[in-house]
């Protein structure tokens, strides 16, 4: 496995991420995550393979996620061996302090993943979504606390606007607090808009990437129209603000993967996933795993170097569309 640094900040992570999304009581909106026992698995190869970077939040399966995070972590690694990464904001409960990003949201959201996963500090807190209710300094100052407090080493954000981005940034570095070190955001071959603005401030500032679904929710690790799986048969066509997360044009990127892949003797989600890691701004893909496979294609991308007559089949038909799930 490879190692780098998240952006310009000293934390090492593994090159590759482990999503923890997967793991957790099934619900309505997940009736594919996996329990302990299924879940251990996927830890134990994740383990082996050198991904010592895990990424969950505390709104997986209302929780468990984090619970059995926690429980694999002791049982498969060590607290010192392994980078720990979660998610506050979607509400976790009705009434103040159930979500959103307000003081007193943070304070007790932090507090709520750190029983959850049971560790006194998690390695990098990240903030799941911009939060227009709420003063940017507000929440910046709350973060820098629970830093200070030792209960947080680091802080990240996930999905937004670059300018909601920079303002929060700009927030922590005019009154001296702690600074995002890292953008968790969507990046794939079929929704690329974040190249736009959010990479060219990440790689301004120095700041870390971790790509979410890097397959495109799997549409590019398969061919065209296969919804064989549980969890590309539950995938829906648009996200909740009713944006197309695919457009048909798209079909002639999944196309293109699955000729490369063909005529490299690979799977198709090692091609869509080399492409994703040739990007100097991406830091660490996570990887979204339920099967045993997934882990070992993910893997396999970290050996594959793309040709420019490869990328350039690849992205050719990409069509320009709205960013989702923000």
Known sequence: ???????????????????????????????????????????????????????????????????????????????????????????????????????????????GSLARLGTDYVDLMQIHRFDPETPVEETMEALHDVVKAGKVRYLGASSMWAWQFAKMQHAA???????????????NLVQREEEREMHGLLADQGVGNMVWSPLGGGIVARPWGDKSSTRAASTPGHDQFGRPLFLESDKAIVDAVERIATERGVAMATVALAWVLRNPVVDSPIIGATRAKHLTDAAAALELTLSDEEVAALEGPYTPREPTFF
């Open 1 to 111: 496995m490879e190692f780098t640094r998240l952006g310009t900040s000293g934390l090492k992570v593994s090159r590759l991420a482990l999503g923890c999304m997967s793991f957790g009581t099934p619900n309505q909106f997940q009736d594919w995550a996996l329990d302990d026992e299924a879940a251990g698995q996927l830890f134990q190869q994740a383990v082996e393979l050198g991904i010592t970077f895990w990424d969950t939040a505390n709104v997986y399966g209302g929780g468990s996620s984090e619970e059995i995070v926690g429980r694999a972590m002791r049982k498969y690694s060590t607290r010192d061996q392994t980078v720990l990464a979660t998610k506050i904001y979607w509400p976790m409960h009705q009434g103040p302090g159930g979500g959103g990003l307000s003081r007193k949201a943070i304070l007790e959201q932090v507090d």
């Open 173 to 187: 570095a005019s009154h001296g607090w702690t600074p995002f070190v890292s953008m968790q955001d969507q990046y």
